[in-house]
């Protein structure tokens, strides 16, 4: 079947489409290189006249209008059947506005047929989004605004119109100035400026922040909603921004001069230069007679021109910004193909011819580079109309290149653009139009046969290295961040008790519980760290701390155990924690208030039974080399396996340690280690008093005569040293007392909780309830051992004696945390003497110095301290003389001093009055000790009180201090003092 040139057969290839198609990628590939780059509208024509060559033009655009769909290349192809209507009224120029109009994102005109080709500027799938023509409909919506207010609107009355509409085209309802208040990112983006700075200068809740912002936001919504009034921040959108500032509207008989000032970009209300521009842009509309399409072709030929060339200078500048290289987006990298604009029977009625000439005029005037590439086809009769633009080199030269680099042609036509650059007013050229005549031989005798269209192997798609900076890749990297920061929260948040996405507060760390259960915080308490068991306490430290920020201080630490497994800080372990947490509090209230050199405290936390006091130890020391205020630590209660650990690391650091409980024997040898407690060693001598008398034949009605039984914790499981200490020191004691001393298999903890089902059975053997139960676990065991002899039958009616040292003083049996058995007396040392509550000593005077939130808090009482039960065990008098001794030393002479100097200072140590009575650690060491008239091991003769606590029925217990003695006295205790069977007064 015949078909003819221009035939939509899509076996015919005209054989000037390849070489058209070597042209625009010459174009493409030095575009790719060197954008921006001047860009011709090239002008498709035969060199012959006959209609058949104006048809195979027009056929061989056709083709190549196909090979740019194929490629994915962005184009737009202007409708031709919608521009042959010689009837509608309407002049060529006005024509070509229409099309610029439908060019710009928004269909234009009157008929049913639009004037582009569905999906314009569309590329392929590999092309970057799709092209926004903000500028376009900006004047779109100004002549929406005029079109609806009539010819004789006065300016008020459109900027009226433009409010309402929120400078939008269709913006009319309120629900889509909502929407485009809250998607716009000229209102969005300030608002959250104004949220980062609140956030950031406000010392506030988090709710109020919160209430604030959304108040503003609120208020920006509201503003932007409200019909007749400018929107809030129009002057921050780009539409906007180049209406007010582009010197194109600086010509003309209503120009505004005095435009141009950045200051002005922001003057929206009272709105005088954007009146002006307005109402210039409207006038020129009504002149122009571009409302009334059957008047059109009778208006203004210069106003519908300026109308025309400003509707291309905004089509332009939404080309170039949408190509602009260096844009957040990279959109102008992302795109590597010039858009092409397919005019394809451009003839002097249809306007395209105009649009042609437009093009080229507003080029000239304006000196920015644009990217549009225009191809047109133009019959041969109408080319005289473009006679004065560049012809190219003869075809059969140009048209075999291989377009591999810019060719002769468009070095020619640059050139020659330079030198006849003008408007193309009366004699003057069209720089811009390169025309290409197409040979008629070539054009008449098309390949019939296979496609000789070469495939380029130029990539038309966005670049691949794009993608790294895209939506989904930075979706990705957003992904890939999100669960990277959520890796590290989790890590963070599993290894550190405080952290957020800007790091983690090192100076406290999560370690397993011994329980099994969860984890616990260790470590020095800084930054907003506080432990469950001193939460409340902790902040008073805190206000302390911080209300002598500016004056001259020392800093101690505290160190001991303040959590547990309960979150809450409520089990019987974590009392002494609190207690000793107290005693420090108070001596550093009181020195505060009255002293020179204040008291700064910090807070460490050894975990549950002291298992974590290593990591505690290292994070002190870290802490210690960042802050050379910090002289030394006060605390350090437990007497484990790891303790010598402890004490070398703070030694290396030159922190001396001042303990008030820490009884182990082996520590006098430590140099950096100073005891306020008795050693177990001389506890033990002092039980030895009971032990005698309970060794009695027949005496007490205690168990079978002569048998005794030591009985303590496995410190394998434990690290517990200060149960081994016991065992050892009260099984020798019993064995030279005379009794038959059988050494029990240590108990386990399980889940820490004791397990002595296996000890009690042998304790409660038939005939063989030894008199004597010499009991060197933990305060925390107590419990188990006493429903054991409660339940166990072989116990029952046999009265036994437990003796234990000094951490059964914590059980508190004035309390529901610790019980004693029916048959049981219970016999324990505590650590201070009666005494230590007396008025006139400096606890009791610093205990005053405490205010009524303050008392309740601590849960003591200033006016009853002589009875106050808190004090029974002595955990808080003990901590306030170590924290009171240390103090004094690191603050002597009213300055204060450095860490060697506080060591040495605590060797001259001689205070009395304190709660537990004389402190001197000038006396002696555990070598010399004898010579000072000394009991060994000890460097002084400590505080001590023997304690009887006897079942009366039911939860009711009768606690009897036996005998006591205050520091610093050194008599001896007696049998005749410490009477085991004194009745209580």
Known sequence: MATGPGSDDSR???????????????????????????????????????????????????ELRQELRARGVPFASVRQSALVDAGDGGSPMVRALRVVQALGGKPAGSGNEPYVEPHAWRGGRRQYGQYEFPRSELLLAIESVVRELGPDAEPDELLHGLNRTGWRPGGVQWTARLRDAVTDASRTVPALLIAV??????????????????????????????????????????????????????????????????????????????????????????????????????????????????????????????????SLDLRGRKRPTPPVLVLPDATADNGLIELLRAVSDIRSIRSELDPLLVVAAVRHEDIGLLE?????????????????????????????????QSPSLEGSTLPWVLRVPLPEGLL?????????????????????????????????????????????????????????????????????????????????????????????????IHKENEAISGSNYVTLVYAG?????????????????????????????????????????????????????????DRIVDVARRDRTVVGVVGVGRDMTDTDQVLERLRQAELPVVSGTNSGTWLLDKPNFFNLAATDEWQVRQLKLL????????????????????????????????????????????????????????????????????????????????????????????????????????CNGKRIALLAGDDLSQAGFDTDRSSVAANVTLYHLVLTAPGTKDQGT???????KLGPEQEKILGLSASTPQTDSAFNNGQTMLMHDATEVLYRAAAGGGEARGRAEAWSGLLRTDIDNLATGRIDFTAATHDDAREQGLEPGTRDNYAISLVRVANTGGAHYDRTVLCSRRAGDRRPLTQRECDADRRAP
């Open 197 to 326: 700075v609140a956030v950031l200068i406000t010392d506030k809740p988090w709710y109020v922040t919160l209430l604030f912002l959304a108040v503003v936001m609120a208020a920006l919504l509201a503003l932007s909603i409200l019909p007749g009034r400018a929107p809030v921040f129009l002057g921050l959108r780009r539409e906007v921004r180049w209406f007010l500032s582009t010197t194109y509207l600086n010509q003309g008989p209503r120009a505004d001069r005095g435009e141009g000032l950045t200051w002005r970009l922001l003057r929206l209300w009272p709105p005088g230069p954007v009146r002006q521009r307005v109402a210039a842009v409207a006038r020129d509309i009504q002149d122009g007679a571009l409302l009334d399409e059957h008047r059109a072709g009778g208006g203004d030929e210069d106003a519908q021109r300026r109308h025309l060339q400003l509707r291309v200078h905004a089509l332009r500048e939404d080309l170039r910004d949408a190509h602009r290289a260096w």
């Open 691 to 794: 032990a005698e008398q309970l060794r009695a034949p027949g005496s007490h009605g205690y168990g079978t005569a002569g048998r005794a039984v030591v009985l303590g914790r496995n410190s394998g499981s434990t690290r517990d040293r200060y149960t081994r200490e016991q065992m050892d020191h009260g099984g020798r004691m019993l064995t030279d007392v005379g009794y038959r001393v059988d050494r029990l298999e240590r108990y386990k903890l399980s889940n820490g909780r004791p397990v002595l089902g296996r000890q009690v059975s042998q304790i409660c053997q038939e005939g063989e309830v030894p008199r004597v139960v010499y009991f060197a676990g933990r305060t925390e065991d107590i419990n188990a051992l006493m429903d054991g002899i409660t339940s166990e039958p072989g």
């Open 388 to 420: 004065r633009s560049y012809s190219a080199e003869p075809a059969a030269r140009h048209l075999t290149g291989s377009g591999a680099d810019l060719p002769a042609w468009y070095a020619g036509w640059n050139r020659a653009r330079r030198v006849s």
């Open 12 to 62: 015919r290839h005209y054989a000037t489409t390849p070489h058209l198609v070597e042209m625009l990628e010459a174009i493409f590939q030095a575009f790719r290189r060197r954008s921006p780059m001047a860009l011709p509208e090239f002008v498709l024509h035969t060199e012959g006249g006959s209609h058949e060559g104006d048809a195979a033009v027009r056929g061989s655009l056709a």
């Open 842 to 848: 400096i606890f009791v005077n610093n205990l005053r």
């Open 561 to 617: 155990p303040l959590s547990g497994p309960d979150a809450e800080g409520k089990s019987d372990e974590l009392v002494k924690g609190f207690e000793e947490l107290r005693g420090a509090y108070i001596a550093q209230h009181a020195n505060n208030a009255s002293q020179p050199v204040k008291l700064r405290l910090l807070v460490a936390n050894g975990g549950s039974d002291m298992a974590g006091q290593v990591e505690m130890a």
């Open 444 to 540: 008449l005798h098309p390949d019939l046969g296979v496609s000789t269209l070469r495939r380029s192997r130029l990539s038309t798609g966005r670049p691949r290295w794009t993608w790294l900076w895209s939506l989904p890749a930075l979706a990705l990297v957003l992904a890939a961040a999100g669960l990277g920061l959520g890796v590290r929260d989790h890590r963070l948040s599993s290894e550190y008790c405080a952290s957020d996405l800007s790091g983690a507060n090192q100076d406290t760390r999560r370690v397993p519980s011994p329980s099994g259960h969860g984890s616990e915080c260790v470590g020095v308490a800084t930054g907003g760290v506080t432990f469950p068991v001193a939460r409340r306490l902790q902040e008073l």
